[in-house]
């Protein structure tokens, strides 16, 4: 329903048909650009769950493992979530095959994600500023099985092997770039 340059925000839902059809409690709101979906983060902030833009019918109920969710981003290249957990967990969901792929502990939670589809690239952001660069190839390349890698392996899926960029202030906003 989404063309690819399209967003949520362009797309107008009939308040009448939303109201008499479907009853969404959301604490956020995410697009998911250029697919027919949305997703809504609950109320509870323990599940994302995705939505027909067609018929408003929920396609799928994502949950992290009882944490709160604190961020979500779409990689289209991947069809696929990357969502932040208060728990300092980054985990990585494929769509169309339903399931979680990765989920990395890390030594701060991540309250800011934004993805470069053209560099296939993922910045997070802790809340004590730390900004990681994440190869997308790398993580959605190797076996499509759920890794729960140590604190010290999480480093091989990094952006060109960098080490995390350090932030003297803390990190207030990120853009994508």
């Avoid at 329903?1 to 709101?29: G, H, Q, R």
């Avoid at 949305?38 to 323990?46: G, N, R, W």
């Avoid at 949950?63 to 289209?76: A, H």
Wanted: hydrophobic content about 40%; glycine content about 4%.
């Amino acid at each position: 329903m989404f063309a690819a340059d399209e967003s949520l925000e362009n797309f107008k839902i009939s308040p009448a048909k939303a109201l008499k059809d479907v009853e969404i409690f959301a604490e956020k709101v995410f697009p998911l650009n250029g697919s027919n979906y949305f997703s809504v983060l609950e109320q509870s902030q323990k599940s994302v769950k995705l939505y027909d833009c067609s018929n408003y019918k929920e396609k799928q109920d994502i949950k992290c493992g009882g944490s709160l969710i604190t961020n979500v981003v779409y990689v289209k290249e991947h069809n696929a979530l990357v969502m932040s957990t208060n728990d300092k967990h980054l985990n990585f969901y494929d769509i169309e095959d339903s399931k979680l792929v990765r989920r990395f502990v890390l030594e701060d939670a991540q309250v800011f994600l934004a993805v470069s589809d053209s560099k296939g690239i993922l910045f997070s952001g802790s809340i004590s500023g730390i900004i990681y660069e994440w190869s997308l190839t790398k993580i959605f390349s190797e076996h499509k099985q759920v890794t729960l890698s140590p604190k010290e392996l999480y480093t091989e899926f990094l952006y060109r092997g960098h080490k995390p960029i350090r932030q003297a202030d803390g990190l207030t906003y990120m853009l994508n770039v």
